[in-house]
């Protein structure tokens, strides 16, 4: 096991961390990935003199691990956490290891998209658990300790540091599909996160998990990045009482609009989403039978606020439906031909 040490600390916070080590590992899991892949051979053994890659044939298919991940147990009878991106491979297959070894299969139990989280469920029961916290009250240069298996080799590794920043967004690539995904609201931290630690949980001093490990930043040093815990909360409420995770869905398309785009397009404000639609079949900028139709939205309005925040680059229209519940009545304030009016809304579901 490894894990940042720092001779400054007082002897009392030092303490505190060892024990809240202690105390998560045995629920941090290990993610193994594997693939079958085809082993070509020499058709003609040592006699090919210099033409050998003329004259190689698939052979067989062997499985190989092809990657890693982690996870974190918080139902004793097998609940997992994880991030999406760790199980997108659809032609892998996966196994959580146990702080024990012990090794199962996975079942996936849901995913959202939008949060980057994996609900798994594994065929084990009586397992330790790490108790959720709140990431809704974190501070600047609060202890955060991240687990995982580093680099999908190093089990059990540690590092401790702060919480750096909060809020943040960045342009989190997939390695398998190539997928570019927007993150939002993400927790920083210098608390080492390497490739292999994502999905792994992102611990306060306490050992309650704030946050699951999901990003680091190639070129830099100690800049990592975690999702708010809430997020993964709200996802296991869904679970439990609908069977499924529900996301608050208005039924449109949109732009959002920002100061060049205002420019080119001689609008009035630098702000708001655009309604416009898609030029692909269905690609209606107003979904019919939606939330949005049944409101009296129209393509080129221009939604300046939701529930009377301002809708912006930093602060999107899907940042702020989050926050609401399907079936919940809010109001949008709208711009259509240079005039403002308010329409309210009834949330629908995605589906």
Do not use: W
């Not at 949109?254 to 416009?276: C, M, T, W």
């Amino acid at each position: 096991m490894s894990y940042n040490k720092s001779k400054n600390k007082p002897m009392n916070e030092q303490t505190s961390i060892t024990e809240t080590i202690k105390k998560v590992l045995p629920a941090v899991v290990s993610i193994n990935i594997s693939k079958n892949v085809t082993v070509f051979e020499n058709a003609i053994g040592p006699y090919a003199n210099g033409f050998e890659e003329f004259f190689v044939i698939p052979r067989k298919k062997k499985k190989i691990k092809v990657g890693g991940g982690s996870g974190f147990v918080v139902g004793s009878s097998g609940i997992v956490l994880t991030n999406r991106h760790v199980l997108e491979d659809p032609g892998a297959e996966y196994l959580v290891m146990l702080n024990d070894d012990r090794k199962f299969p996975v079942q996936v139990l849901a995913k959202d998209p939008i949060n980057d989280v994996t609900i798994l469920r594994i065929p084990a029961e009586n397992l330790p658990v790490i108790e959720l916290g709140d990431s809704s009250g974190l501070e600047l240069g609060q202890t955060a300790i991240a687990f995982g298996n580093a680099l999908g080799t190093f089990k059990d590794t540690v590092s401790v540091g702060v919480v750096s920043g909060l809020s943040r967004e960045i342009m989190a690539g997939s390695a398998i599909s190539g997928e570019i995904t927007r993150l939002r609201g993400l927790i920083q931290t210098d608390a080492a996160i390497n490739p292999g630690n994502s999905g792994g949980p992102l611990i306060d001093i306490n050992g309650r998990a704030i946050g699951i490990n999901a990003a680091m930043v190639f070129g830099a040093q100690s800049i990592g990045f975690a999702l708010p815990i809430n997020a993964a909360k709200k996802d296991l409420e869904d679970l439990k009482n609908f069977g499924k995770i529900r996301q608050p869905f208005l039924g449109l398309r949109y732009i959002l609009v920002n100061r060049d785009f205002q420019e080119k397009n001689s609008l009035p404000v630098d702000y708001g989403a655009l309604v416009v639609s898609e030029p692909i079949p269905d690609g209606f900028a107003v979904i019919p039978g939606g939330p949005a139709e049944r409101a009296g939205l129209q393509e080129f309005d221009l939604i300046l606020e939701c529930q009377n925040e301002k809708i912006s680059m930093e602060n999107t229209l899907q940042d702020i439906l989050q926050k609401f519940e399907i079936g919940q009545n809010i109001n949008l304030k709208v711009l259509r031909k240079r005039k403002e009016q308010i329409l309210n809304v009834i949330l629908g579901e995605k589906r």
